[in-house]
């Protein structure tokens, strides 16, 4: 490998993104000028604002469903909080606009953030009930509450705010500015999923546990995202209330948060292209089909309907699916040669487990388990099927909380750590069943693993380097902007290993690494993990090809039962009585060696 420089072009996805910022500036100087210029009816500027302040709220959903994976049915109950934030702080209390919208932002941001750090920690389908939940108080709040927010009658004569020396009294003027704030939004949003942030909620929505061994916080993520969509729906509703000067509850009610839900899916939630798009289809979509009368309502219904059903992407999803078919130009890459930084200083054992124990129930599937892992070597962890190898890497790795026991890494006790803190300590994994960020290039998915916290890499630009000496290493650079997806079986393997390797960690725990490579790609790995040794690196395995365990292990440990019943080198470990026995099916004589 050359010391050459690196040199490689912005990746497809990044010339699209360029692409798509210019079109999408241009979009907005257009419309915003187009207010001022041309002569609009009350009725046309009507919907222009809604389409405008709608569309700021739904880009929260971009955030929070279509980059982080959450469901959240409560957008209408911030955009609520927004908009009676500026109605009733203009009106009832002479607060003025700003402050009050800044009230309103700030009250919608903590009702996200408690909402989301109370729900967000179990997942699933708890968080869209919570959200419902929440949309359905602030609901009863609006309407019953009727000596604070006027009730069912709402509240009317709300007034437009004034900048420095521009009044915005003037629908057209205001429509101007809520664009440019629009504009705004929309390139924040836009810009987020390219930054750490950014990627790591793409990580979480992809595959939240491996996000977490790469070294993801993902609650932390999945609060930050809810927060950002609140506060979004908050905006979005303090725009609205001063475009209409009137608000009534029915205008935030759950019925309201399925159509922002339904804007955004339709258009392509994962992108704010899409959001704007499906936003303003969904607004001018029953205008345009007024004409048919009474069938209208079914024909909008029925349109949505097979829009779903047949771009499960929407819109925006299935033009970039479309654009993107022959993948991109490859990048031409020299990268620079593969570096890790592993501290010579430590005890010699970088590992070591203290009768460690995994328990589901009555079945003891890691039982007491004392291991010792020396720096620097290849340590391969063998055993028949369901004897608890892969149980006691979840353990090592942090999905599993032990039952009993410690681990500790370079004399460090990590056994309370959760999984993206052993990751920032610096154990690296990779996983039976391959677990890629499937929707992201390669890229894209061992950027990820060299942000993670402690990393050597800091900017962006060294992000991107580092994660081109992983790839380099593991000969996947020409192909970094790539889907990862559609790589072969191997070569996602590689991809796994060089998301891992790009967070610069002590210890690297493979998972079966071999499994599903033919003898080529098997004789490829054995030299791959080769030059890992030769660069300091401590590598724990798991693998059933023993032949292969013999070529590259200097060590060997045995479980069965959750047991540890052989240790030594592979000469004698495989040849070992109790190993072999338990091979066979034999119940084993011997006790822990
Ligand atoms: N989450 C879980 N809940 C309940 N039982 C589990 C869980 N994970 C593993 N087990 C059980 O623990 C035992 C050990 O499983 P484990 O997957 O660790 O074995 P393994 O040695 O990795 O097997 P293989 O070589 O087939 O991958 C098995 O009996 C398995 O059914």
Redesign the pocket.
Known sequence: MTDATLSHPAPASNRGAIAGGIVLAVLAAALAVLPLTMTLSAYVLNMLMQAVTYTVAVLGLTVVLGYTGQLSLAQAAFFGIGAYAVALGTVDYGLGFWLSMVLGLAASAVAGAVLGLTSLRIGGHYLAMVTIAFQQIVTLVLVNSIDVTHGPDGVSGIARPNLPGVSLANAKAYLTFCIVVLYAVGLAVWYLRRTRLGRAMQAVRDNELAAGVVGVNTYRTKVVAFTISAILGGLGGALFASGFSYISPDQFSFAESVVFLTMALIGGVQSAFGTALGTGLLILLPEWLRFLKEIYLAIYGLSVILIMVFMPEGIWGLLERIAHVGGGRPAVVTPRPFRLDIPDSGPADILETRGLAKH?GG?R?VDGVDLKVERGSVHALI??????????LNVLSGLYRPTGGSVSLAGRDITRLAPHERCAAGVGRTF?NIRLFRSLSILDNVLIGAQRPGAPAKGEAALRERAFEALGFVGLADKASELVGSLPYGHQRLVEIARALAGNPTLLLLD?PAAGLNPTEKQELVELLRRLKGHGLTIFL?D?DMAMVERIADHITV?NF?KRIAEGTPRDVLRHPAVIAAYLGEVPTHGAA
């Open positions: 589901f079945l599937a055993g028949p099927n369901g004897s608890g190898k892969t149980t006691l039976q079966e798991i059933h479980l959750g």
